[in-house]
């Protein structure tokens, strides 16, 4: 915090922006698949006319606003004949980055230029950890973040004169288009905004309705023009994952589990501070308008989520500006009484604490599934054939890191017909009759990428046909089809088809 005292807003934001762009080059592992699948992939085939796209935008699911934007940037790269495979990798996360660092600044902004505030945000290590990944929450997150610094918080009524800030209007409906998961949180400040002003209807008529029409009629076709069909892609969104609940097929968990496991593993050792405020806005209500309603609509916000079965931690991101903000003010006050001793022994709690796990899961925890890709990109100009991944679905990046036009199969995971199973599924049950059917007429892949559990399984179609040249660290902790380790063999000089 000393950092930044005295320093002008301009220097704040660099320090800001310097932090979160060096996160791109600190930050090396695997999260989840959305972060490629669901915005680099798409954007790649964009660009440059390649590239996979899973089943949900074949069904509408997705809004084209995310990958669109990097897709613009893909295409000055193409260009200016600066696509190469590392830049290409780069450029998105960069951006993300930087819009993640204005984000932060708005926050900063929001609680009138408190350094405890800026130090929370910025130690917070889950937000260290996907501040700079390409996942529409952290877009999404960047959204919430700089609407709240701009939303009109009153502690009373507006007068009929008064004139209000609409710009927070066309970022939240931006948010629910790139997710409409944050609308429940838009739901409850825009019926606080509407309810603490005089002109109600009129402020309808005037701001709501207009520039949601303008904001979600341009998403809107945007994303028809490039489904080619008159579609709408929130309420895609909510039909296949809240009406069919087709996010069961990912995996489930009881309603509490925000509650007991998302939010305290996404908080970490600031989750204290921020009870400490929820504790403080329920002790002084009256006094605190806007802890009620920033409290209000983050438990409507969980309550709406926790009644979906399929949850995960980033499906938390939107939350942190608004956790966060009942953090420091409490902290704040008490930090004017506290002692030297008791301000920097908290502050060390808050920075260690954080650096742990920022430290681990940013650089070691499932680094090898990227890592894989700059291995197989010096492999495949010596092939030039076809890559095979025999990984749970979606383990890896795919030509937004390979950047090159190579056959690839990877196994697949759209939501199968009733009775039936993920083709991922049917292949770790039986492998070999899987290759067998797969393979029997064809000529086999050049390229195999597995994770050391299935080598056992696999070793009959590898003996004399296959040779390793690659073998990346993982993770420390091996679960189900997921190893310590990544394998990645060739196939030796005169291997046919043969059979498993």
């Known amino acids: 915090m000393a950092l930044v005292m005295g320093l002008g807003l301009h220097q704040v934001f660099s320090i800001i922006l310097l932090l979160r762009v060096l996160s791109v080059f600190l930050v090396i592992t695997w ?11 798409v954007a790649h085939k964009q660009a440059f006319g390649y590239g996979a796209l899973t089943w949900e935008w074949q069904k509408g ?21 600066l696509d190469y495979p590392e830049v290409v990798v780069v450029t998105p996360r960069i ?12 926050f900063y902004k929001w609680t009138g230029g408190r350094k405890w505030a800026l130090f929370l945000i910025l130690t917070c290590w889950f937000w260290f950890y996907t501040a700079s990944r390409t996942l529409l929450q952290t877009f999404e997150t960047d959204l919430v973040a700089i609407a709240l610094s701009v939303f009109p918080f009153k502690a009373g009524k507006l007068a009929y004169y008064e004139q209000e800030d609409n710009r927070w209007i066309w970022l939240a409906v931006l948010s629910v288009f790139v997710r409409p998961t944050s609308a429940p949180l838009w739901l409850v400040l825009g019926m606080y905004n509407l309810f603490t002003t005089n002109q109600g209807k009129f402020l309808f008529f ?19 023009y490039m489904y080619g069909r008159l579609i709408i892609t929130p309420w895609e969104f909510f039909k296949f994952n809240v009406l069919q609940d087709i996010g069961s097929f990912y995996g489930t968990h009881p309603w509490h589990w925000y509650l007991t496991q ?6 970490g050792v600031t989750l204290p501070l921020v009870l400490w405020g929820i504790v403080s806005v329920l002790r002084r209500h009256k006094e605190n308008k806007t802890g009620v309603v920033l409290l209000t609509a983050a438990v409507v916000h969980l309550g709406i989520h926790s009644c979906i079965a399929h949850k995960e931690f980033r499906f938390v991101l939107p939350l942190l500006p608004v956790l966060l903000y009942l953090a420091q003010d409490v902290v704040v006050p008490w930090s004017r009484k506290a002692k030297r001793w008791q301000l920097y022994s908290l502050a060390a709690v808050i920075l260690l604490g954080n650096a742990v796990p ?6 070691v925890h499932q680094a090898g599934t990227t890592r894989v890709m700059a291995l197989l990109r010096e492999a495949i100009p010596h092939n030039r054939s076809s890559v095979l991944f ?30 039936r199973t993920f083709e991922a599924e049917a292949f770790f049950n039986n492998p070999g009759a899987w290759w067998a059917k797969e393979y029997s007429a064809r000529q086999p892949p050049t390229l195999l990428v597995m994770f050391d559990v299935l080598r056992g399984r696999v ?8 040779r390793p040249i690659g073998e990346l660290p993982h993770t420390q902790f091996p679960s189900g089809e997921v190893g310590a380790s990544v394998l990645v063999f060739e196939r030796a000089e005169g291997a046919g088809r043969g059979r498993a």
């Not at 999260?31 to 992939?41: A, I």
């Not at 920022?358 to 650089?363: E, I, L, Q, V």
Request: glycine share 4%; charged share 10%; net charge negative.
């Open 31 to 41: 999260y989840v698949p959305d972060e490629y699948w669901q915005t680099l992939e």
């Open 61 to 81: 699911i997705r809004s084209y606003l995310y990958p669109s934007i990097v897709s613009v940037f893909y295409s000055v790269l193409k260009f200016a004949s």
């Open 95 to 106: 951006l993300q980055a930087i819009l993640s660092a204005f984000a932060d600044y708005r």
């Open 206 to 224: 005037k701001n709501y309705l207009p520039i949601s029409l303008i904001a979600g009629g341009s998403l809107v076709a945007l994303d028809t």
């Open 262 to 267: 998302g939010i305290p593993a996404v908080l």
């Open 358 to 363: 920022a430290a681990y899961f940013g650089s």
């Open 390 to 419: 025999l990984m749970p679905c979606h383990s890896t990046p795919l030509y937004s890191h390979l950047h090159t036009n190579v056959s690839v199969r990877h196994l697949d995971c759209s939501p199968p017909p009733p009775g």
């Open 459 to 466: 070793e009959s179609l590898l003996e004399n046909r296959y």
